[in-house]
Structure formats: C-alpha cells, structure tokens
C-alpha cells in the first residue's frame, strides 16, 4: 500500500473516531463537555499516531499520568480514548512505518466553519487533501489536510458543538497549539484565511510571534523554525506541574528530550520532547 494510501486509511479512521468520541460519556465516568456552537478557530481534538501503542501508553501515563480507554474503529484495528482530568482529550491510533517513512506524529482538529471551503482553500493555497472531506451524520464532516507549508492537521465542523474550554488547566491536558513554520508570515495568511483567525504580530524574547485568535480568545500561535532541519509542524503543548521533573520523567521512560527546560526558552517554563516512537510535543508548565 502506498504511503498516500496509508495516510488515507488512518485518516478516515482518526476523524471517524474523534468525532464520535466527542459525543459520548465513557464508562468509568470520563466526559466531553460540548458547547452549544462549533467554536471555529480552536484546536478541539488531539490524536497521536504510532507505531507502539503499549509503548506510548506506557510513556505518556508515567508523564502525564493519563488514563486510557479502549475501542475499536470501523475500519478494523484498535483505537484508543486519552483521558485526562476525567475529560477526553484525544485518541490513539495505529499505523506502521512502512516504505522507511516514519508516520508516528500528533495530529491536531482545527473547528472550522465549513470543510469543504477549507480544503480548497488549503489546496488552491499549495497544500493537500490527505482525507477528503467526509460526512459524519449527525456529528459533522471532517478531512485532514497538510498546509502549503507541509504541516499536517484535520478539519472538523461539530454539528454537536466543540469541547468547551474548561480542560485548559487540567494536569496533563493540552494548553496550546504551535506552528513551527517555514514561513511564519505566509502561515499567518494562509490560518487567518483558512478559519477566521485574528492574527496578531508581538515581540517575544527570540524574534516575532503570531498570536492566532478567534472571538477575542488566543487559539494558537505561529513560530518561524529555528532551523531548516525542523520540518514545519503543529507542536501541542500538555500542562505539568514541574516541566524539568516531568522532562526527566519522559527521558528515564525512553523519551528523548529535544529542548530542556532552559532560562531562555519562555523563562524555564517548557521543554520539548520525542516519544518513544518519535512523535514530538512540548511539556508547558502551569504558573500562577
């Protein structure tokens, strides 16, 4: 099967899933708290892909001390609920590397006002439909798409509304959503278009960063990379309460840690990791 194909495949099966996941309780008492809107412009729902289920599960409990819940996804092979704070935050999917590409990643759901429009607008822009727009019955429609930058996200319109935002906080639940872009000006454009994002420009120690905002509320940003040799990709951020303990933790489960915390890198407060099988995502300490 082609790498294309396989990219296809899982897709199908993570915005399936996503979305059926935001409208149910679990049954040791894990919940969704939907709004009574989609809330466009907020990143909704997190799944990683791997290749080592048990590993990650492994790793992310002893860091961030989640919980997990296991199903089933239509197009065969397990999926797996995250649960933090009592409140999903996302899945675990399957897929093996193949063709010497490694897949394992974190995928984030951007709410947009209408899918369709917005994978167009990606594809006219330079980027690509990895998962055609695909209708959800009740729940909603979806795709997945990568950016014109090579950046891979879903697209969600919830016709049963978005979580709310009261996870924001919770230990181990995610806190932000930041682009490492190639081109962190053409990347504000293309988000300001693609999901009615309020783009806003300030300096921070380190250069310019973009602010993405929607309603008044600061959704997520946009960084320039350091460097050609990261490619441009969403990094989510899980709130810790120690980030330089939990970066430990990570390395002593068989993480790598990329960027450890440091004094200058927002004041000591984040650190950047790799699972187990690669994926990458950052430890962002809660302050007062």
Not at 104 to 127: I, K, N, Q
Not at 150 to 159: E, I, K, N
Not at 166 to 181: D, I, Q, Y
Not at 227 to 234: A, C, I, L
Request: glycine fraction near 12%.
């Amino acid at each position: 099967m082609s790498k294309i194909s396989r990219w296809r495949q899982a897709g199908a099966a993570w915005l399936l899933l996503a979305a059926a996941a935001c409208s149910t309780t679990g049954g040791d008492g894990a919940e969704l708290p939907l709004s009574d809107r989609p809330l466009v412009g907020k990143f909704v729902w997190h799944d990683l892909i791997t290749d080592d289920v048990a590993a990650v599960r492994r790793f992310y409990g002893g860091v961030l001390g989640w919980q997990f819940e296991n199903g089933t996804h239509p197009l065969g092979g397990d999926y797996t609920l995250i649960v933090a704070g009592g409140q999903y935050l996302g899945g675990i999917v399957n897929l093996d590397d193949t063709e010497q590409v490694d897949y394992s990643r974190w995928v984030p759901y951007l709410s947009v006002e209408d899918v369709d429009a917005a994978v167009a607008m990606t594809v006219s822009a330079g980027g690509a439909a990895v998962v055609e727009p695909l209708d959800l019955g009740a729940i909603g429609r979806a795709a997945a798409v990568t950016d014109p930058q090579g950046a891979v996200l879903g697209l969600l319109r919830s016709r049963v509304g978005d979580p709310v935002d009261s996870a924001a906080g919770l230990p181990g639940g995610v806190v932000w959503n930041e682009l490492l872009a190639a081109d962190d000006v053409r990347a504000a454009d293309f988000y300001g278009a693609l999901a009615g994002l309020e783009t806003v420009a300030i300096s921070r120690r380190g250069g310019e960063y973009t602010m993405l905002r929607a309603g008044g509320i600061e959704r997520a940003g946009i960084l320039q990379r350091p460097d050609d040799r990261v490619t441009p990709q969403w990094l989510t951020h899980f709130a810790v309460a120690d980030v330089a303990a939990a970066a430990r933790r990570a390395a002593g489960l068989g993480g790598e840690v990329l960027l450890p915390p440091a004094p200058d890198l927002r004041e000591g407060t984040l650190a950047v990791v790799a699972d187990p099988t690669g994926a990458v995502f950052a430890l962002q300490e809660m302050t007062q």
